[in-house]
C-alpha cells in the first residue's frame, strides 16, 4: 500500500499570500495525483488531476507540481473561500485507493 | 455536467447492515471505476472499496469481510452494503466516479442504539 503523506497539517496565511501544500508518497506514483479541496460541511472537490492539470472551472491560482514522490500544490494568492482542508490521493497503484491525512488551511 | 447522487438510510442500531445507492446523471456510466469512501467526524478519508465496469471488485482489506459494493448498469446505479456495523462505522459516506474521482454529495450514517 502506497501512504500518502503531507505537511503541514495546518497552514495559516493571510489573504493574498501565497500558499505552498506538500505531498509525499512512499513510492513513486508518476504522476497519477489529484489534489481535492473540501470546505466545511461539503463533499470533497477535484482541484488538479495528473499532478498539474487544473480540473473544469478551477481558477488559475491553483497550480500542481511534482512528480514521482514529491508533489505541491500552489495557491498563489490566497482568498477567504479557499479556506478548506486540501487532500493528496494518488491512483498509479491501486487498489487500495490511498489519500493524505489532509492539509487545513486558515486565511487569518 | 456529471452529477452523482446517492442515498440510504442515516441511522442504524449496532449489528444492522448499511445499505446505501449511488446514481450517476448526465454522463456515460459505462466504463468507470466506482468507488465509495467514507469520513469519519472530524477525519480523512477512507477508501472503502470500488467495483471496475465488469463486476470485478476490490475492497479495503480492513472491511473486506463486511463489505459488498454491486452495480446495476440498466439503472446507472451502484450500491454498497456494509454488514454488522458498530459506532466506529458512524461516517459520512461519499460514492465518486472515475479517476481521478468525481464526488457524491455524501450520506452521513449514524450507528447508536
Known amino acids: 500500500e502506497i501512504v500518502m503523506t503531507q505537511s503541514p497539517a495546518t497552514l495559516s496565511v493571510s489573504p493574498g499570500e501565497r500558499g505552498t501544500l506538500s505531498c509525499r508518497a512512499s513510492q513513486s506514483v508518476g504522476i497519477n495525483l489529484a489534489w481535492y479541496q473540501q470546505k466545511a460541511g461539503q463533499a470533497p472537490r477535484l482541484l488538479i488531476y495528473?499532478?498539474?492539470t487544473r480540473a473544469t472551472y478551477i481558477p488559475a491560482r491553483f497550480s500542481g507540481s511534482g512528480s514521482g514522490t514529491e508533489f505541491t500544490l500552489t495557491i498563489s494568492s490566497l482568498q477567504s473561500e479557499d479556506s478548506a482542508v486540501y487532500y493528496c490521493?494518488?491512483?498509479?497503484?491501486?487498489?487500495?485507493?490511498?489519500f493524505g491525512g489532509g492539509t487545513k488551511v486558515e486565511i487569518k | 455536467q456529471v452529477q452523482l447522487q446517492q442515498w440510504g438510510a442515516g441511522l442504524l442500531k449496532p449489528s444492522e447492515t448499511l445499505s446505501l445507492t449511488c446514481a450517476v446523471y448526465g454522463a456515460s456510466f459505462s466504463g468507470y471505476y466506482r468507488t465509495w469512501i467514507r469520513q469519519p467526524p472530524g477525519k480523512g478519508l477512507e477508501w472503502i472499496g470500488g467495483i471496475s465496469h465488469n463486476g470485478s471488485t476490490n475492497y479495503n482489506a480492513s472491511l473486506k469481510s463486511r463489505v459488498t459494493i454491486s452495480l446495476d448498469e440498466s439503472k446507472n446505479q451502484f450500491s454498497l452494503k456494509l454488514s454488522s456495523v458498530t459506532a466506529a462505522d458512524t461516517a459520512v459516506y461519499y460514492c465518486?466516479?472515475?479517476?481521478?474521482?468525481?464526488w457524491g454529495q455524501g450520506t452521513p450514517v449514524t450507528v447508536s442504539s
Open positions: 465518486a466516479r472515475g479517476l481521478p474521482l468525481e
Open positions: 495528473g499532478a498539474s
Open positions: 490521493q494518488q491512483y498509479n497503484n491501486w487498489p487500495p485507493l490511498t
